[in-house]
């Protein structure tokens, strides 16, 4: 188990599996095979901290993220949150935890109901929960949180075509905090936006967390994104986390090759530096998670691999203060990375 160290522990992933049947027939279906979307997942997320996941589309980051909220009831593992296990929970028992976990969606278009205004939108957490107690409290709080992620409350009873990408997200983050979450889950909560708006969006989360002590799960496939906002980034790769590290030591030291393959596809501003800068191409496509390679899921595209990769899939392993790996070339398992 992949332990943060320091303050308090807010949730803990252990072993989690994410597996979907696939089935055959139409009247008398049986299933053929599972797509293994998450495939033994285990890490920890203290109070307060953002924790980057990262990774190439497909490798199971949002299902990740879906499990944990309990959106999708996990095939095995544990999650615990605050202590305690939210796995077989009844939708009764639930309730309290959905106040205390929220999700930002990846699409600000798709995330909003077109036929419900603003107001409703943002207030619709506030009914379920029976948070208000008069229709005076009620707008009043929902004007509350518009001032809080800079939209004005006169914006209250638009529809969502009349906002740009921006703004709508803005009001997605607005609905978030109606319940005064402590935890977070963001769904590539900027990857649908222009540059620009991704800056202030990222801004504006930073500000929430200081300002109401927010824990996060960035799930992102932008790195220099990801290491603006997180305190700890985890890599994953087809429904296996590979290495996980503070974030300046994983970008000062990357272990994993895959993680070393990520980083040299960021770009760097400075042409020169640019220039001069060794990329690591991978090769071949990502395969199936229906049928993902024996032993290491990615030595089939490991410019480095060798044959005891085929063995076993590499459990992670700390290999310096706070730094895991899944990798038996990396640092700390014999052989000097190539």
């Not at 809080?148 to 921006?166: Q, T, W």
């Not at 620009?196 to 300002?211: G, K, M, P, R």
């Not at 590499?314 to 706070?322: I, K």
Request: glycine letters at 8%; one cysteine or more; hydrophobic letters at 40%.
């Amino acid at each position: 188990m992949v332990q943060s160290n320091g303050n308090e522990t807010l949730l803990e992933v252990k072993d989690l599996k994410m597996h979907f049947p696939v089935t055959s027939g139409v009247i008398f279906q049986h299933k053929i095979a599972d797509i293994k979307a998450v495939d033994g997942v285990s890490f920890s997320i203290k109070r307060g901290e953002t924790l980057g996941l990262v990774g190439e589309s497909g490798c199971g980051k949002t299902t990740a993220g879906r499990c944990i909220l309990q959106l999708y009831t996990p095939t095995s593992g544990d999650v615990m949150f605050e202590g305690s296990r939210l796995n077989g929970l009844s939708s009764r028992d639930m309730i309290p935890f959905r106040r205390k976990m929220q999700v930002i969606f990846q699409d600000p278009y798709g995330s909003l109901n077109p036929r419900m205004t603003c107001r409703d939108i943002i207030g619709e957490p506030l009914t379920v929960h029976k948070l208000t107690t008069s229709k005076a409290e009620y707008n009043d709080r929902v004007a509350e949180l518009l001032n809080v992620v800079g939209l004005n409350p006169y914006m209250a009873d638009r529809y969502p075509h009349e906002f740009s990408g921006g703004q709508r997200q803005r009001i997605g983050i607005a609905r978030a905090l109606a319940v005064n979450p402590s935890f977070i889950v963001c769904d590539e909560p900027v990857s649908a936006l222009d540059v620009s708006i991704q800056a202030q969006v990222i801004n504006l989360l930073e500000e929430l967390q200081d300002q109401f002590g927010l824990t996060y799960l960035f799930i992102a496939h932008d790195l220099s994104v990801v290491r603006h906002i997180s305190d700890r980034i985890a890599v994953m790769y087809l429904g296996h986390i590979v290495e996980i590290a503070n974030k300046e030591e994983l970008h000062k030291n990357p272990l994993h090759p895959y993680t070393q393959a990520l980083l040299s596809a960021v770009p760097i501003p400075d042409p020169v530096l640019e220039a001069k800068r060794e990329r690591i191409v991978l090769t071949g496509d990502v395969p199936s998670p229906m049928n993902p390679p024996a032993g290491c899921v990615f030595h089939t595209r490991c410019p480095v691999a060798i044959e005891d990769c085929q063995a076993g899939m590499p459990e992670l392993r700390e290999v310096s203060p706070d730094h895991w790996v899944a990798c038996i070339r990396s640092d700390g398992y014999g052989a000097a990375r190539a």
